[in-house]
């Protein structure tokens, strides 16, 4: 069954030892998307969301969905802590995935069922130990994951070890990178922390390296959490745009208002109204995100918003197979369709007689073959195909 | 966006309901192509005249991000003659029809399918009177229970073609 979905979901960990990370994972996905987090969101009942499902949420019902307080956009806070808590799940959930379900595997095919208990508990414990560090900083990921290699080492054949080597190190490194060298031009220094101006690492080295270890402690600590936001000139950039009241603004004052904004300004008010606040909540959301999208990329969702919810959108469901439904009128539905099931009738009779004549050969020796082959006229249920016994019942019925 | 969010969110409930499915329920869409329209069955519960019935019901999801309850259509007619069922869950959040509900009993964006389903076995084994979707069944049930139960046993052995 697991193969038939690639959509990656709690449920992946059921059937292996690390059951348990079931939970923990679903509780890194937002409760509306049932997807991980995309930039979470805490509301001022203190639940989390990502930022475009509970801005959807509000600005269509003005509560929260889990406790059904009121709430507004304008109090949603950015939880970092989480956005990073699942930067560090989503890196190592392929490795121990992948290690659980070889584990998995093993058991279900070793005969070592009986002396099993022992050794599984103790994989348990190593393999849930790197989890909770993923709330520390990239660092400390990186020491803790090579720790959690060498502790799978023993069990492990090499090669497998070597694999998830490759497949954590790099991104981990590329992580650090990027919130190191931030665009301001500083580097924080490998001692104390602190970030200090490119050309005068060096000379900070010295002093760092030489004298004052009792005060970079506090600073560290400060920025334990090893996260920089992108606080600066970049999110002065983006802002945010204000709710509006709908109803003191005429249509045409809203239209261009539109126009501005730079979308589309067709349509009756309703759907201004609906397309404007499906923007703001796009482009808002796009606030909070650590790597904001481009202008382009945010027209492009609205567009897709526009052909499935918008104007352009369907106004009722696609058309169904009336077949499954109710109220389905059988004659009405064979007189209808006459044409095409006697084609289907005769399409199948020919394919059927071909089957039986590419059958004789092989089963000569049946004379029941022989007996059902001069009856062209009614297609005996061995020789049709599924399709055309269905559908060689279904005018007559 | 829009649209494949909360077909995602569609295809993360099936996941979940074929992989760990409830006691008694199972559901899925009726075929990929189109996830937002789905076919249930709910076993009826055991221990009550209901025990030993599959019910089926169609269940629409709207295309928005799940901000409605989907239709849900119970394909059982003999009790619930025009196939919708009276459960809170599938009330939207504004408005109360009934004018009893709690608002905490209503549709959310955080119930599912499965949620759904399991608010209609429970229905079937204790129906709420005050709300029916059925005036003559419930007050079948309210005044002459053994009667009302006598009645749904022989409707889910025929449904069941027996």
């Not at chain 1, 490119?198 to 334990?224: F, M, R, Y």
Request: charged content about 30%.
């Amino acid at each position: 069954m697991e193969q038939s979905f690639e959509l990656a979901d709690s449920t992946d960990w059921i059937d292996t030892p690390l059951n348990l990370l079931g939970p923990l994972e679903s509780s890194l996905r937002c409760q509306i998307c049932k997807d991980f987090f995309t930039s979470p969101v805490i509301t001022s009942c203190c639940h989390t969301f990502c930022s475009l499902c509970i801005r959807r949420c509000l600005s269509s019902d003005h509560k929260c969905p889990v406790c059904r307080q009121a709430d507004q956009e304008l109090k949603l806070r950015r939880n970092w802590t989480v956005e990073e808590l699942l930067e560090n799940f989503k890196k190592a959930r392929p490795s121990v995935l992948g290690l659980a379900r070889k584990e998995a595997a093993r058991i279900k095919n070793g005969g070592d069922d009986s002396s099993e208990p022992s050794p599984k508990k103790r994989k348990v414990n190593h393999l849930d130990e790197p989890e909770p560090p993923a709330a520390l900083s990239p660092r400390r990921v990186r020491t803790r994951s090579r720790g959690a290699k060498v502790q799978a080492d023993p069990t492990h054949g090499q090669e497998e070890i070597e694999e998830s080597d490759v497949a954590i190190e790099p991104e981990v490194i590329e992580d650090s990178q990027d919130e190191d060298y931030s665009d301001d031009g500083l580097v924080p220094c490998p001692i104390c922390n602190r970030r200090v101006r490119q050309d005068t690492i060096n000379t900070h080295l010295d002093t760092c390296l030489a004298g004052d270890s009792p005060k970079p402690p506090p600073v560290k600590s400060s920025t334990a959490f090893g996260y920089r936001h992108p606080q600066g000139s970049e999110l002065k950039k983006l802002e945010r745009l204000p709710a509006i009241n709908y109803s003191l603004f005429k249509e045409h004052a809203l239209r261009k208002k539109m126009r501005d904004l730079g979308i589309s300004d067709a349509g009756p008010k309703p759907l201004l109204q609906r397309r404007h606040t499906e923007w703001m909540n796009l482009w808002n959301a796009n606030c909070d995100s650590k790597n904001p999208k481009s202008k382009s990329q945010l027209a492009r969702e609205l567009d897709t918003w526009e052909r499935t919810q918008g104007g352009n959108a369907v106004p009722s469901a696609p058309e169904r197979n009336p077949v499954t439904s109710k109220d389905f009128n059988a004659a009405q539905w064979s007189a209808n369709h006459n044409d095409e099931f006697k084609l289907l009738i005769a399409n199948a009779r020919k394919k059927s007689d071909a089957q039986v004549r590419s059958t004789i050969p092989r089963v000569s020796e049946s004379s029941n073959a022989a007996a059902e082959i001069p009856s062209p006229t009614v297609p005996s249920p061995h020789f049709g195909t599924p399709a055309a016994d269905q559908n060689d019942s279904t005018p007559s019925g | 966006m829009g649209s494949s969010v909360a077909q995602k969110r569609l295809f993360h409930e099936y996941k979940n309901l074929s992989t760990n499915p409830p006691e008694g329920i199972t559901a899925g869409p009726v075929s990929e192509d189109d996830m937002f329209y789905w076919e249930a069955l709910i076993e009826g519960p055991g221990g009550t005249p209901f025990e030993g019935g599959v019910f089926a019901a169609e269940l629409k999801f709207p295309q928005g991000l799940s901000s409605e309850p989907p239709d849900y259509e119970i394909c059982w007619r003999r009790v619930y003659p025009n196939g919708t069922v009276c459960i809170s869950i599938l009330h939207p959040p504004g408005d109360d029809p009934n004018h009893y509900e709690h608002a905490s009993e209503r549709w959310s964006p955080i119930q599912s399918v499965e949620k759904i389903l399991i608010s209609v076995m429970s229905m079937l084994a204790e129906p709420n009177d005050e709300s029916p979707a059925n005036v003559e069944a419930a007050k079948m049930w309210r005044e002459r229970r053994s009667e009302y139960e006598q009645k749904v046993r022989d409707e889910v052995r025929k449904g069941l073609g027996l």
